[in-house]
């Protein structure tokens, strides 16, 4: 057994020299409370997904679908929907995987997991605020506001702690996707600041605990494309390679797409709709051609331990990402389109977004919870499986129906509630089961030749 890199650090905490089965034992320890605080950021995710989520979008559908009116709605109902949706789950799972991944880098330096849960507290505590002070309308003046201020702090513990981190020699060398990254930081960092302000305006001079329509398109432009497809474009760069057998990523390209996605932001939350909208499709071709994620891979995919179909199914997430741009640029010309809007909003959040979570979480999640194996690659299948359906039924029967161009797709609508909230279930049943498994392998503690390396 060799000495974990950085074994000075652990034994001047100590204050004694230690031998190296007693820094392999510190490090094993942190690696289990790591898992710990990764499983937890996850299992809430889950539980926004599935409760405050789905369940509450199910809701709204079904009442939308049989008063053949998008208005009948209360906005606030729909707005809560969205913001546990993107905050709550995708949020959750990123602050997660987050804070398991920042002591990794940093080898085994000092760092103050309590920070992690200080953050896991407020952000919990802000996105369910919002949505009892939405839902029940329970002193929203005082609650919305709140909300919105704890994740913001959440949001500054997390970044915080992100940039105390500096990166080793051997680690500055094909940090591309870090770039991108860090561009969909900054549309969090501007969500929720407008998020903020929003909600104060809301509390001083609003008769109820929903967003003005035009506030709240722009809101979620920033949150949609601003803060969730930059981080998913990083992702794919780092892990897409590998995972596919995917030729090398062009990264001046992601570069590229991601700067136009964030001018395309800024021209949505400066009322230039229709200007963001070609802005967003053309970035997003350009990030397939970047990834290379339509082109015949150069190597197999791995996909030992999931489905055989989960090549297929980050191919299909891609597909989405173009016909929700596509959709974009079609309810922009069509002015007041409310059915094409909302089948683009769909196309990219459960299409793509959705899509590349179950692909790519099912994959990686249970191994970084303490090296386990996914639970049911067959599960897998269903879920991924489920949500496509579901979503093809949604996207083209709320243009169906929104638009008035066929009365039979208001019927059709619940269905693809139905089939998305089963397929969300078996996602996280999936997960869940994993989680509580044994370990496949024992815990992987980063190791040096050196014990000065």
């Known amino acids: 057994m060799t000495t974990p890199q950085f074994p000075t650090r652990i034994e001047a905490r100590a204050g004694r020299t230690m031998s190296p089965s007693e820094i392999f034992d510190v490090a094993n320890r942190r690696e289990k409370a790591l898992s710990r605080l990764l499983v937890t950021y996850i299992s809430t995710g889950l539980a926004f997904m599935l409760l405050p989520g789905t369940f509450l979008g199910v809701w709204n559908l079904i009442s939308i679908s049989s008063r053949r009116a998008s208005e009948s709605i209360s906005p606030a109902w729909i707005q809560a929907h969205g913001h546990a949706q993107v905050f709550g789950w995708i949020g959750s799972f990123i602050f997660g995987i987050g804070f398991f991944s920042i002591p990794k880098l940093r080898r085994l330096e000092p760092f103050a ?190 996909t030992k331990g999931v489905h055989e179909s989960f090549p297929v199914f980050v191919r299909v997430a891609y597909v989405w990402l173009l016909v929700a741009g596509g959709l974009a640029v079609w309810a922009s010309l069509r002015g007041e389109a409310a059915g094409i809007w909302g089948a683009s909003r769909h196309a990219l959040t459960v299409g793509f977004i959705a899509m590349m979570v179950f692909c790519v979480g099912q994959r990686v999640l249970p191994a970084f919870a303490g090296m386990k194996a996914l639970w049911s690659p067959s599960l897998m299948f269903i879920a991924t499986l489920l949500l496509a359906a579901g979503c093809f039924l949604r996207v083209s029967c709320e243009v169906l129906a929104y638009q008035g161009y066929a009365a039979w797709a208001w019927k059709a609508l619940p269905i693809s509630a139905i089939t998305e909230l089963a397929a969300v279930g078996a996602f996280a049943a999936n997960l869940i089961v994993s989680f509580s498994r044994r370990s496949s392998a024992p815990p992987v503690v980063h190791v040096s030749a050196s014990p000065n390396a």
């Open 113 to 302: 997991i309590s920070y992690a849960w200080a953050c896991w507290t407020m952000w919990t505590a802000g996105v369910a605020l919002r949505w009892i002070a939405n839902v029940y309308g329970l002193y929203w003046r005082v609650l919305l506001p709140v909300s919105a201020a704890l994740e913001l702090l959440a949001l500054a513990i997390f970044l915080r702690a992100v940039s105390a981190h500096r990166l080793q020699p051997e680690e500055k060398t094909d940090q591309g996707w870090v770039m991108i990254v860090l561009g969909g930081t900054a549309g969090l960092v501007a969500a929720l600041t407008m998020n903020l302000f929003g909600t104060i305006w809301l509390a001083i001079d609003a008769s109820g605990p929903a967003f003005p329509a035009d506030f709240d398109q722009r809101l979620l432009a920033v949150m949609a494309w601003g803060f969730m497809v930059p981080f998913v474009w990083g992702f794919s760069t780092k892990w897409l390679p590998v995972f596919l057998g995917l030729w090398p990523p062009k990264i001046r390209l992601m570069f590229l797409a991601t700067a136009l996605n964030i001018a395309g932001v800024i021209a949505a939350v400066t009322a230039h709709r229709r200007l963001a909208t070609v802005i967003w499709i053309a970035a997003s071709a350009i990030a397939a051609i970047g990834l290379h994620i339509f082109r015949m891979s150069r190597q197999p995919a791995k």
